[in-house]
């Protein structure tokens, strides 16, 4: 079975990058959970941060790509280069996804996202989705695996056995490791706002450089393929 943490980012605000985005952990995905779990309970200690809106809301609601301070993105950032993990992302600018709304948008590239991967893990008899609450998601995630199941068919054009999707919507409380998405998919839409600079002075490449290496696919409906594990930018 395999394990997929699951998140989108940039929804409600046009003026960045629609991402859709998964996290697969391996063997050791529940002490990874432990890890980052275990990192939350530290920096939770900080009372200096105390009163920090950003530190309140890392306190209640755990650690977040986009929002959370430095005192905590950069821990996170250290303990992400201790532990294997492979990202996939699709992107978009929204000219040329399907879907009339962005609601619809982000289902399309849900679809488009978990297709990929049930063909790439074709052999696997299940993957384990958790993909993070969100306001509307329970109708789309009733719709995914068979809107899925019939673009992987449509892909392959033949009758590839596929594996179970069993997609469950949770609380970042509840599993700490999406996190990881979180914070792939921020550095990520920096650099993709930045220009895809390849300027090794500038900072968003530099945090795109970090993550890069973890990307199995990072793939543009506009673009295509953007980088991937086989044909990576360096």
């Known amino acids: 079975m395999v394990k997929l943490f699951m998140d989108e980012s940039g929804n409600g605000n046009t003026s960045q990058p629609l991402i859709v985005g998964a996290v697969e952990l391996g063997e050791d995905a529940d002490a990874i959970e432990e890890k980052i779990r275990e990192l939350h309970k530290r920096l939770f200690a900080r009372n200096s941060l105390s009163g920090l809106p950003s530190f309140e809301d890392f306190r209640k609601n755990g650690f977040h790509g986009s929002t ?23 992107v978009t600018d929204r000219t040329r996804v399907p879907g009339d709304t962005e609601f619809e948008q982000i289902e399309s590239m849900y ?10 893990h074709h052999r696997e008899p299940e993957l384990l989705c958790h993909i993070e609450q969100s306001e509307g998601m329970e109708s789309v995630i009733r719709r995914l695996p068979n809107s899925a199941a019939k673009q992987a068919y449509n ?17 970042k409380r509840d599993y700490m490791s999406t996190a990881i998405i979180d914070y792939v998919m921020a550095a990520v839409s920096r650099w993709l706002l930045a220009g895809r600079t390849t300027d090794p002075k500038d900072r968003h ?8 290496p973890s990307i199995s696919m990072l793939y543009s409906y506009e673009h295509g393929r953007i980088s ?4 990576p930018l360096h």
């Open 155 to 171: 892909t392959t054009g033949k009758a590839t056995p596929l594996p179970k999707l069993n997609i469950t919507m949770v609380a």
């Open 228 to 231: 991937s594990r086989k044909d």
């Open 111 to 120: 679809v488009k996202l978990l297709s990929d991967l049930s063909i790439r």
């Open 68 to 90: 959370d301070p430095v005192e905590v993105s950069v821990p996170f950032l250290e303990l992400m280069r201790t532990i294997f993990f492979r990202a996939y992302m699709v």
């Open 205 to 212: 490449y530099r945090g795109f450089r970090a993550i890069e």
